[in-house]
């Protein structure tokens, strides 16, 4: 497939301005600004393809190392969004607000199970000219490296949890190399995260489940920079 035409469109860069928007062309890498925030307008991999305009907040996390239980893990260069995903833009890739809680497009998405955040994920790639698995939930390691107190790029909630995108096994991690969980059996649980606990605190959860005790559940979303290359 042809390279991306378009990444990353940012506002008032240097490379010109269109109605307010300037647009670098024929760029082979991501843009950021000062710190790390990614746009994620723009982005497309045909002429034919019409990149939808949504703002993921994305952070970069560059190739480096983490420490998980005395373990250090290197990790392949991805990108993750700040924060949880809203209900403005689960609305805008699913046509819908399943939220249970509060009603607002400014507030994380809740009350979405596993397998309806994993088809956010799927329809959003398509809708950002990407390839179909090519932006993912985050993995447990991606996770934690975002949430890596030396490290710390994404936004954490004290009443949400988060799900990741790998089955739950007792033993982990399973590779020290960018580990992306083990084989899923049949009546797979998935790893939740967060709610503010330590960033290596994991629980084995119910798929189908909108939320966890009371508590609210969202998701985030992760791309590793090679999958922005078609």
């Not at 000062?34 to 746009?39: F, K, L, R, V, W």
């Not at 260069?77 to 209900?87: D, H, K, N």
């Not at 993995?139 to 030396?150: H, I, M, N, S, V």
């Not at 033993?171 to 009546?187: R, V």
Request: glycine fraction near 6%; aromatic fraction near 10%.
């Amino acid at each position: 497939m042809a390279k991306l035409l378009m990444l990353f469109c940012l506002l008032l860069v240097a490379c010109g301005e269109v109605d307010g928007l300037a647009c670098c062309e024929n760029d082979s890498k991501p843009s950021s600004d000062s710190q790390g925030i990614y746009s994620s307008s723009g982005i497309g991999s045909s002429s034919s393809c019409t990149p939808l305009d949504i703002d993921l907040n994305l952070r970069s996390a560059p190739s480096s190392s983490y420490i998980h239980g005395g373990i250090s893990i290197t990790m392949e260069a991805y990108m993750i969004s700040e924060g949880l995903i809203t209900q403005g833009q689960y609305k805008a890739i699913m046509g819908e607000n399943p939220s249970k809680g509060l009603r607002d497009d400014a507030l994380p998405v809740e009350g979405v199970t596993w397998f309806k955040a994993e088809e956010f994920c799927k329809k959003l790639s398509e809708r950002m000219c990407l390839e179909p698995n090519a932006i993912k939930l985050p993995t447990e390691a991606q996770w934690e490296y975002a949430a890596y107190p030396q490290t710390i790029i994404i936004q954490r909630y004290s009443d949400y949890w988060e799900w990741t995108n790998d089955c739950f096994d007792s033993e982990y991690p399973w590779t020290t190399h960018d580990p992306s969980g083990p084989p899923c059996p049949s009546d797979f649980v998935k790893v939740r995260k967060g709610l503010n606990h330590n960033f290596d605190v994991r629980f084995s959860t119910d798929p189908n489940l909108e939320h966890i005790s009371g508590s609210h559940i969202g998701f985030r979303v992760a791309v590793k920079n090679r999958d922005f290359q078609q």
